[in-house]
């Protein structure tokens, strides 16, 4: 008993370690732009440059498309064939996990084949058509974890019984999805949405073979070019992803009248 | 009360290669209470699912009013239903629930309210409309599921295995709500449920199903009394099952265990020596003699159970055995075990059973 529990701790701090030393050394390291003390001017150099502003603003708006567009497919499909075709969900999981194993340099290099400024979608003949792209390649990217996060939370409500229950009440299927379904599993949308979101700000490959001015390629430019600035970045990535992530734990604590308690 | 609502006209319903209904050719009238008795898997709650619109029909036709609603979805059927899993929406209040139908409806919003104070005064929980699901009891769940069928004011309610989740207690006195709300409104309600004491005790009529069949249509008087088939005698209610020898078909005797019984007739197919089957209800056996019954059978108490006002015996007859009833009486105790004592009958009470 009192040996597991040592192991347990033991394994503990060693996992712990791992994640944090690296953590600790960044941040340590970014306080020392000037020689001898520490300070902030790291953190200052990259908040007022106007290039990390427009990239960040730009990767946060791509990303809130993201999550629009990524829950407008995904939340429908997941309640249909949980409905209709039970039988098609292995299907739809492989398919949503394709992405996983499928690299994004791959993805890419697809799309552009596809839908270059010649052929009949030319989304990256225009400026707005590559946003529109990226914004679908990352809905894509995301698929694993909406998915996921969206069939999670609808197993935890009895969808079918749900949904005959309103539909004799005269409603119909938009009005379930919107009114039961959709408050039903806010939640897990949330989840996913965030998990988005933590994706999309980070992500490089896509972003710069499509040439487009977001966060990821920016972190790369300021890394290759300046000593201190790109630690200070990690902290600040590693801050926003843990906002969100922690924004997940919350609204999963602030919602509770949702969850459907057994008798 | 005889005008006809409800009819199911040669309704089959088939999954893949399995025939789950067939045949079903009924009628029933405005504000009838109508239960589907029957054991799991005789097919009481697709028929229910198919008159809701949840099932469409192999073949036959189902009319509501006159109209043929066979082909109409189920959100364009204005019916109420109550399922077994109360299936209440977990992000919306009581109040919220019972009101859904009404906001899909679109009805003016005082009214709505109105509606929904109205239903919530109905089932006894006016202070429980804030709340949500969760923090409600299974019964109470129930009761706000059964208000939110009836507040559109539905044509008729559907009610599928509602009492099946609670326990027992609860589902006595839900049963008795559900169907004083039903006499109250005047509803017509088709109620599925395997346990024939529910069926009995608060239907108008009783459809017992089995193996896709209705084996019987009939108020709970008529299908406990008169059951028309072996099933139906066998599923609704205690039976006893004696089995015999026709001993003489002219005198219409017949032999149980050696003791002579003379039935008020026999089948056409009787036939000398062949064996015969009797059944009678415990409650139709007595204790010794009294006046009246002509048929009296001598056996060994073989075991006495005391269960409050009603006191039941088990008499061994040789090969076969009976159970009875008698009333609890507190000046006579019951008989002892494996005491030898007369038991009588009244040989109308015999059913023969093919």
Known sequence: MKTSRLWAW??????????????LATFEFSLRIRRGTYSLDAYANVLSDPSFRASFTYSVVIGLFTIVVGVLIIVPTAYFVRLRMPAL?????????????????????????????????????????????????????????????????LRTIDVRTLTEAATILGANQAEILLRI??????????????????????????ASLLNRPA????????????????????????????????????????????????? | M????????????????????????????????????GPSGCGKTTILRMIAGFEQPTSGKIFVGGQDVTHL???????????????????????????????????PRDQAAARVEEMLAMIGLAKFGKRYPFELSGGQQQRVALARAIAPRPTMLLLDEPLSALDAKIRVSLREEIRSIQRELGITTIFVTHDQEEALSISDRIVVMNAGRAEQIGTPFEIYNRPATRFVATFVGTLNTLEGKVQNVADRVVSVDGQAITLPALPASAQSDAPISLTMRPEAVVLGKPNGQDVVLEGIVSDVSFLGSVIRLRVNLGSNSLSLDTFNDQRSPPPALNEKIKVSLSSSDILILN
């Open chain 1, 10 to 23: 033991i394994t503990f701090i060693v996992g712990a370690a791992y994640f944090l030393v690296p953590l």
């Open chain 1, 89 to 153: 969900r292995p299907f739809v999981e492989f398919i949503t996990l394709l992405p996983l194993v499928i690299p994004a340099i791959i993805l890419v290099f697809g799309y552009i084949r596809l839908y270059n400024s010649t052929s009949i979608l030319p989304f990256t003949g225009s400026a707005i058509g590559t946003d529109i792209l990226l914004t679908l390649a990352y809905v894509t990217l995301a698929l694993p974890y909406m998915y996921r996060a969206v069939d999670t939370g």
């Open chain 1, 181 to 206: 379904i959709l408050p039903n599993i806010l939640i897990a949308v949330l989840s996913g949405a965030f998990l988005t979101f933590a994706i999309v700000i980070g992500e490089f490959t896509i």
């Open chain 1, 215 to 263: 966060f990821g390629p920016y972190l790369q430019l300021v890394g290759a070019n300046r000593a201190y600035e790109p630690a200070a970045l990690a902290i600040i990535s590693f801050i926003i992803t843990w906002g969100a992530m922690s924004m997940i734990q919350l609204l999963s604590r602030f919602a509770p009248k949702t969850v459907a308690r057994p008798d």
């Open chain 2, 2 to 37: 005889t005008e006809e609502f409800l009819r199911l006209e040669g309704i089959n319903k088939v999954f893949g290669t399995n025939k789950v209904v067939s045949d079903i050719n009924m009628s029933f009238s405005k504000g009838e209470f109508i239960s589907f008795l």
């Open chain 2, 73 to 107: 979805k189920p959100n364009e059927r204005k019916l109420g239903m109550v399922f077994q899993a109360y299936a209440l929406f977990p992000n919306l209040t009581v109040a919220d629930n019972i009101g859904f139908g009404l906001k899909i409806a679109r009805t």
